[in-house]
């Protein structure tokens, strides 16, 4: 007779799934978040209970299948141990005891979990946008005012300078026109009342040197030619106020940021220490599921030469840049093709107990060498095989 607990059920509530496992006096959720999902299978591969399976990566990551997910979880094999959840380097696991997010796997049993360095010097950093737009996980917070240049009601653009110019303009050839205060905010133009006894139009202009940056504009527009601009020394402003910073949790360890940072103010550490090989002579190319996998963005098809340029070589496929990769295995999980990606692992950073016995074999899977296979096997369609090397 089955019996009564545990009960186990799957479900999806938008983009993530949720395995179920009722027992009498607890519940325990295991929450896939799909969106997080590489593909990596590095779940697959830590899970003790061999729960979870790697599905069609290419095709779910491409959003060619809207159902399902790359990796499926067997709710009734899971133990909600949370191996998978300390393991996964995207975030994309959650495990929930009675509503609450809980590890006792780590709080209880001291497994290790990653020791992730992702870090900015704001000393260092000169808060420009290059590690935002580089990065692919979307794990710089820039948390700095705007400024006009991007954003109409943000920070006037002389702000972002301390500048030392003069404006003066003269008295006796102002119209007070107004042009100059039209088109700069420096500038404001105020008229006296006025009236039929003098016939005259008076005021005054008033300049703050706060919003000058000396572009030298008004002297230009003025049709009486009152304005001076001396030009004093321009010069950068220490720093912005805000902070840009990493998130960790987004963070994938590729080192974009880190390597693009004009002022070199990023450290970032790798996750996985190892190897990756693409034997471009071996993909039939035109295919490019990797460079759509790949979550750090370091895989690419080269850019044709011109043939004068080959000098006899044939034109790779594929390529990866090694400084971007992170070891992570989506690519091999995707590719369709047989031993052109091989992924070798040589070590993992991590912090906590990595004695256990259950830490030692998680560890062995993951250092496991691997490449893609051409898959065959009827009875595990759309489950994904890599070979072992
Ligand atoms: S290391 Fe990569 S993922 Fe992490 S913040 Fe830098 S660019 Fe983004």
Same mark, same amino acid.
Request: with cysteine; glycine share 8%; net charge negative.
């Given at each position: 007779?089955?019996?009564?607990?545990?009960?186990?059920?799957?479900?999806?509530?938008? /983009?993530?799934?949720?395995?179920?496992?009722?027992?009498?006096?607890?519940?325990?959720?295991?929450?896939?978040?799909?969106?997080?999902?590489?593909?990596? &299978?590095?779940?697959?591969?830590?899970? #003790?209970?061999?729960?979870?399976?790697?599905? #069609?990566?290419?095709?779910?990551?491409?959003?060619?299948?809207?159902?399902?997910?790359?990796?499926?979880?067997?709710?009734?094999?899971?133990?909600?141990?949370?191996?998978?959840?300390?393991?996964?380097?995207?975030?994309?696991?959650?495990?929930?005891?009675?509503?609450?997010?809980?590890?006792?796997?780590?709080?209880?049993? &001291?497994?290790?979990?990653?020791?992730?360095?992702?870090?900015?010097?704001?000393?260092? /950093?000169?808060?420009?946008?290059?590690?935002?737009?580089?990065? #692919?996980?979307?794990?710089?917070?820039?948390?700095?005012? !705007?400024?006009?240049?991007?954003?109409?009601?943000?920070?006037?653009?002389?702000?972002?300078?301390?500048?030392?110019?003069?404006?003066?303009?003269?008295?006796?050839?102002?119209?007070?026109?107004?042009?100059?205060?039209?088109?700069?905010?420096?500038?404001?133009?105020?008229?006296?009342?006025?009236?039929?006894?003098?016939?005259? !139009?008076? &005021?005054?202009?008033?300049?703050?040197?706060?919003?000058?940056?000396?572009?030298?504009?008004?002297?230009?527009?003025?049709?009486?030619?009152?304005?001076?601009?001396?030009?004093?020394?321009?010069?950068?402003?220490?720093?912005?106020?805000?902070?840009?910073?990493?998130?960790?949790?987004?963070?994938?360890?590729?080192?974009?940021?880190?390597?693009?940072?004009?002022?070199?103010?990023?450290?970032?550490?790798?996750?996985?220490? &190892?190897?990756?090989?693409?034997?471009?002579?071996?993909?039939?190319?035109? /295919?490019?599921?990797?460079?759509?996998?790949? #979550?750090?963005?370091?895989?690419?098809?080269?850019?044709?030469?011109?043939?004068?340029?080959?000098?006899?070589?044939?034109?790779?496929?594929?390529? !990866?840049?090694?400084?971007?990769?992170?070891?992570?295995?989506?690519?091999?999980?995707?590719?369709?093709?047989?031993?052109?990606?091989?992924?070798?692992?040589?070590?993992?950073?991590?912090?906590?107990?990595?004695?256990?016995?259950?830490?030692?074999? !998680?560890?062995?899977?993951?250092?496991?060498?691997?490449?893609?296979?051409?898959?065959?096997?009827?009875?595990?369609?759309?489950?994904?095989?890599?070979?072992?090397?």
């Amino acid at each position: 007779m089955k019996s009564l607990f545990p009960k186990y059920s799957k479900r999806q509530e938008g /983009c993530f799934t949720i395995m179920e496992q009722k027992l009498l006096k607890q519940v325990n959720n295991l929450i896939l978040d799909n969106s997080r999902c590489t593909g990596c &299978g590095i779940c697959a591969d830590s899970c #003790p209970e061999e729960a979870i399976s790697v599905g #069609p990566v290419g095709a779910f990551r491409r959003g060619a299948i809207e159902y399902g997910s790359a990796v499926q979880v067997d709710e009734e094999k899971c133990s909600y141990c949370g191996v998978c959840t300390v393991m996964c380097p995207f975030n994309a696991m959650k495990l929930e005891i009675d509503g609450e997010p809980s590890l006792p796997i780590v709080e209880k049993e &001291g497994f290790p979990v990653y020791d992730k360095l992702a870090e900015i010097d704001q000393e260092k /950093c000169v808060q420009c946008t290059k590690c935002e737009n580089v990065c #692919p996980r979307e794990a710089i917070v820039r948390e700095v005012p !705007v400024f006009e240049g991007t954003d109409r009601c943000g920070l006037k653009k002389a702000e972002a300078l301390r500048s030392e110019n003069e404006f003066v303009y003269n008295e006796d050839k102002c119209t007070f026109c107004g042009l100059c205060g039209e088109i700069c905010a420096a500038i404001d133009v105020t008229r006296k009342p006025i009236s039929a006894e003098t016939g005259e !139009v008076t &005021g005054e202009v008033k300049w703050n040197p706060k919003l000058c940056d000396g572009c030298l504009l008004c002297a230009e527009i003025c049709p009486s030619e009152a304005i001076e601009v001396k030009k004093g020394k321009i010069s950068k402003r220490k720093k912005n106020k805000g902070k840009v910073h990493i998130d960790k949790e987004e963070c994938c360890t590729c080192r974009w940021c880190a390597i693009s940072c004009p002022t070199q103010a990023i450290t970032v550490e790798k996750l996985f220490e &190892g190897e990756i090989e693409f034997h471009a002579e071996k993909c039939p190319g035109g /295919c490019s599921t990797c460079v759509e996998v790949c #979550p750090a963005n370091a895989i690419y098809v080269p850019t044709p030469k011109s043939p004068a340029d080959m000098h006899g070589e044939i034109e790779p496929n594929i390529a !990866v840049n090694k400084e971007f990769c992170i070891l992570c295995g989506a690519c091999v999980n995707a590719c369709p093709g047989e031993d052109i990606i091989v992924l070798k692992r040589t070590g993992l950073r991590m912090k906590g107990k990595e004695d256990s016995a259950l830490f030692k074999s !998680v560890k062995e899977k993951l250092l496991t060498s691997r490449t893609s296979k051409v898959r065959e096997s009827k009875d595990e369609f759309g489950e994904v095989e890599v070979k072992a090397l």
